[in-house]
Every structure is written in C-alpha cells, then in structure tokens.
Nanobody, 125 residues
Framework: QLQLVESGGGLVQPGGSLRLSCATS????????IGWFRQAPGKEREGVSC????????GYADSVKGRFTSSRDNAKNMVYLQMNSLKPEDTAVYYC??????????????????WGQGTQVTVSS
C-alpha cells in the first residue's frame, strides 16, 4: 500500500528555517515524482516544489524560489523540503504527494493521485 507521511512542521519565527520530511513506503521512489503542496485557511491548495523521479530536476513556485529546496534520498525512501527565510505568508498545512512520472515533475495538484496527511507550518512572531 502506497503511503506518504509528512513530519517536521511547527512554529517558527519570520526569517527562520524548517525542514519537512516525507517518508514514503509501498512503492519504488525511483520511479515517482514527489510534489510539495500547501494549503492556507480559505485558500486553494497550491504547488510549492517538486522533485522528479530519479531526482534529476526540481521545480519551484515563484513565491518560494531561492528560499526552499527540495531533495530526496531514494535509498532511505525519503524526500525533504528545506525552507529558509520563512515568511508569515508561508503559514499553511504542507503536503507531500506522489505520481508515477518521467521527465520534468508537475506542480499541478491534479496530477498527483497519492497524498500524505499534511503537517502544519506556522510562521509567526
């Protein structure tokens, strides 16, 4: 059974950093793109970052470019989202999602059939 479990969320001050982890199981991560998405109260779920199968490419929303970095360790079945210079507008529930896909990874939530349960990130002083 394919599973994704996020961890690492929490409360952080503006300008701070967090690293989110996505533990995967039940499938071969080598063949899956992993996306990171977030959803703030009253807003649509939006794509933040993605990491292609094999880790050959990554994608980022304009709002996080230069601040967030996605990486993966296929041997450990883990995907990470390093978030630096956090802003209050980054506050949201963050999700990781998986799709069997080759080539550049998609950032559209509708492309991803498998989802984790989410982890809350709050950026506030």
């Amino acid at each position: 059974q394919l599973q994704l479990v996020e961890s690492g969320g929490g409360l952080v001050q503006p300008g701070g950093s967090l690293r989110l982890s996505c533990a995967t199981s039940g499938f071969n991560l080598d063949y899956y793109s992993i996306g990171w998405f977030r959803q703030a109260p009253g807003k649509e779920r939006e794509g933040v970052s993605c990491n292609s199968s094999g880790g050959s490419s990554t994608g980022y929303a304009d709002s996080v470019k230069g601040r967030f970095t996605s990486s993966r360790d296929n041997a450990k079945n883990m995907v990470y989202l390093q978030m630096n210079s956090l802003k209050p507008e980054d506050t949201a529930v963050y999700y990781c999602a998986a799709v069997s896909h080759w080539g550049n990874c998609p950032l559209d939530k509708d492309d991803y059939p498998y989802w984790g349960q989410g982890t809350q990130v709050t950026v506030s002083s």
